[in-house]
């Protein structure tokens, strides 16, 4: 790839060609936007603010055909060859600063083909998760990144780039925001409308700050998830031959079967799409493959019998897996799986997050354009056949539990069976189950990008954060905090056995505070030495001790009622904004929705 030609920005004289869509990569389905003839016009209009006057007549009547085609105006003529698209090493971008090389470099990783789950409509996962709204976002946002001086901040508002403005050496070089909403106006229906004229965007978590490092982002914290609920439910070291079930194979939920593996169960993961599932597959995070749902109870069957680890993927419906584990409970008297959870994208779940048992995946991607009322009917009257065949299991001793992806919540406004009588949820999520409490001793997902590029980096990346938990581990820490160092102790030192990268040589590590200041200290000392040959980039997630304002996922275990508010993540913003990160964003959304979280994620380059 011409990464000069790339960082160049806009080409307007001439307009490059007309460019297809691919037809050999997964695209996002198409929308229906909604919009009344002027605001049609109006989105039309602002997207050819990014062009001069003279090639206004030529894309107008393109524009419009994008809009009304999917519902959304991604500028395909100026997209480059995704298949090209990767985190190149940061030496190969011709830029001013280090820290401009290195926000390029995590932007094209959000959009590597074998990363981004819908690249060329600028999509890295959740069905809606955008890096930028549109390509001459894309290109003018690298251009300045290319071109910017340590005195400068570029400033991003829903993708698009407002600029480079004077600042100082200390100040981030980016700072984002992404789907800030007048509070009364945070409604899943302004979002259809404002992204579809190009206002505003979902940048889901880690898609619009750039930080995703693919489905290993999140495998870590689902190997905790997972570990410490069957030491919860089942007993300590007690997982060989339980059965976890759970869906998705998407950008996030794609760690589930590398995670039941590390963790020692064997696993079922339901997915609709046949595409995420062969690219999982041959990924290696999912192992054996069923197509039916007898094929995978007689696979479930001989490896429960075997204890034998086993991270099965199953081409189908959820739903029809779920109400086929009962149909075989109720007939045999055999309960099959001991825990469960649901990872399907329910933040957004009349637009391709979720996808009703009652039609097939096509039928699906066609309906929810041509008639969204009966689609979203059918989505209802699914998740309430769902949750019906999860009580009737976990009344016979399965475990369930919400994975913060709105599942619950969806549900409840469904109709499905899930509140008590007070109105809260019969199930925990997650981090009611679990991963409070390590978020309550401090721990949260420390994460690193070796900008080399080269594997030997991050492997000597792993051997520092091996050493400092090693030291951490003689200092006498109390029992809780010495469990989870134990826990991350084994979990660096088998990482690249695991095979864990897709993408850039990025590594997720739960630490404390203590433990992420010495290996940020460690890392600046090898990059020195020259030991690491390149810049590491320090991602400080959103799913991180206070990052993130989430009252049905990350702060649902507060209960004083301040789990409502908001402060948190904006102080964080700004504290960082002001203690030197490189880049900062503040979200609205992430895993649980538009309107229903507020999210901040920082990034330091070393």
């Known amino acids: 790839m011409?990464?000069?030609?790339?960082?160049?920005?806009l080409q307007v004289n001439p307009l490059p060609p007309p460019r297809e869509r691919c037809s050999n990569v997964a695209h996002a389905p198409n929308r229906n936007h909604n919009l009344n003839p002027s605001e049609r016009i109006q989105a039309i209009k602002n997207a050819l603010r990014y062009f001069p006057k003279e090639c206004h007549s030529e894309l107008a009547a393109e524009f419009a055909k994008e809009l009304d085609d999917f519902g959304h105006i991604y500028m395909y003529r100026f997209m480059p060859d995704t298949s090209l698209m990767r985190a190149y090493p940061i030496s190969e971008y011709k830029t001013k600063l280090v820290e401009g090389a290195a926000v390029i470099l995590m932007i094209m990783n959000n959009l590597d083909w074998r990363v981004a789950q819908f690249p060329e409509e600028l999509v890295?996962?959740?069905?809606?998760?955008?890096?930028?709204?549109?390509w001459a976002q894309f290109r003018l946002t690298l251009h300045y990144l290319s071109t910017m001086t340590n005195e400068q901040t570029l400033s991003i508002m829903s993708g698009h780039p407002a600029g480079l403005f004077p600042s100082h050496k200390r100040a981030?070089?980016?700072v984002i925001a992404n789907g800030m909403m007048i509070p009364n106006y945070s409604s899943k229906d302004m979002y259809d409308k404002l992204f579809a004229m190009g206002c505003t965007m979902y940048g889901q978590m880690t898609a619009g700050s750039y930080c995703y490092i693919g489905p290993q982002g999140i495998v870590h914290g689902t190997t905790i998830t997972v570990m410490n609920a069957g030491r919860k439910y089942l007993g300590p070291n007690n997982t060989a031959g339980k059965v976890y079930v759970t869906s998705g194979l998407g950008g996030m939920s794609?760690?589930?079967?590398?995670a039941i593996v590390i963790a020692g169960y064997v696993?079922?993961?339901?997915e609709v799409s046949r595409e995420a599932l062969d690219k999982r597959h041959a990924q290696g995070w999912i192992q054996e493959v069923a197509d039916s749902v007898d094929q995978c109870i007689e696979l479930v069957r001989e490896a429960r019998k075997e204890k034998r680890v086993l991270s099965i993927g199953f081409h189908g419906n959820v739903v029809t897996l779920w109400e086929g584990f009962a149909a075989y409970t109720d007939r045999t008297g055999e309960n099959l799986v001991e825990l469960a959870s649901d990872q399907t994208s329910l933040h957004n779940p009349f637009n391709g997050g979720y996808y009703p048992v009652q039609l097939s995946y096509e039928e699906s991607n066609v309906m929810m354009n041509s008639d969204p009322a009966q689609f979203k009917s059918l989505v209802e009257e699914s998740l309430?056949?769902?949750v019906k065949a999860v009580n009737y299991l976990c009344g016979k001793g399965m475990h369930f539990w919400d994975y913060g992806n709105a599942f619950l919540l969806e549900a409840s406004r469904a109709g499905a069976d899930v509140t008590k009588p007070d109105g809260s949820f019969i199930y925990p999520t997650y981090v009611q189950l679990t991963i409070g409490n390590v978020f309550s001793l401090g721990f949260g997902p420390f994460r690193w990008v070796c900008a080399s590029g080269r594997e030997e980096d991050l492997q000597k990346s792993d051997e520092i954060a091996a050493g400092v938990i090693r030291e951490q581990l003689t200092e006498s820490p109390?029992?809780?905090?010495?469990?989870?160092?134990?826990?991350?102790?084994?979990?660096?030192?088998?990482?690249?056995d695991n095979k864990l990268v897709v993408g850039s040589q990025a590594r997720i590590l739960y630490c404390n505070q203590a433990g992420r200041s010495r290996i940020a200290a460690a890392f600046n000392r090898a990059v020195a030495s020259g030991d690491i040959s390149a810049p590491v980039v320090l991602s400080r997630d959103h799913h991180d001790v206070s990052g993130t304002d989430s009252p049905y996922r990350e702060t649902s275990n507060i209960t004083d009622g301040s789990m409502w508010c908001a402060d948190m993540s904006i102080q964080n913003v700004i504290g960082d904004a002001l203690r030197g990160a490189t880049y900062v964003s503040i979200h609205n959304g992430g895993g649980v929705g538009w309107g229903e979280v507020r999210k901040y994620t920082s990034h330091a380059v070393l």
């Open 2 to 9: 011409d990464l000069v030609e790339l960082c160049s920005g």
């Open 254 to 258: 794609g760690a589930q079967g590398k």
């Open 478 to 496: 109390s029992p809780e905090v010495e469990g989870n160092l134990r826990d991350n102790l084994t979990w660096v030192e088998k990482a690249m």
């Open 267 to 270: 696993g079922v993961v339901a």
């Open 172 to 174: 981030p070089r980016v």
């Open 384 to 386: 309430r056949r769902q």
């Open 124 to 134: 890295t996962y959740g069905g809606n998760g955008q890096v930028f709204s549109n």
